[in-house]
């Protein structure tokens, strides 16, 4: 199973990468490699101020092609698997009150 590195310095960068309406959560990851939907990889990810890495994993949910028109980043998104619910938990509680703010993020 393939793995990525994913390091956020802050909470605004976390609001945009966040996927909120996948079941178990899941993040954009920006890259310029090529993945396929439905590919499972394995995520090794640092939150804004964390002393150690989560690692989860999931499966390619979202494809944001290299010179999309919405301007957005190529990558990404993986929705995480269920028993990875923890880390949804905790970035839910990171984000608290921006979840509702209604700013773009990279894939809504």
């Not at 990525?4 to 990851?29: C, H, I, T």
């Amino acid at each position: 199973m393939q793995e990525l590195l994913v390091d956020f310095e802050d909470n605004d960068e976390l609001y945009r990468s966040y996927m909120p309406y996948q079941k178990s959560g899941g993040l954009f990851v920006q890259t310029n490699s090529r993945f396929e939907m439905g590919q499972a990889l394995t995520l090794r990810i640092t939150l804004p101020d964390a002393l150690e890495e989560d690692v989860v994993t999931g499966k390619v949910v979202w494809i944001t092609p290299q010179g999309a028109q919405n301007s957005n980043p190529p990558g990404i998104g993986v929705g995480f698997e269920a028993e990875d619910e923890l880390l949804n938990d905790k970035i839910v509680k990171m984000l608290g009150t921006m979840l509702n703010s209604g700013k773009p993020t990279y894939t809504m």
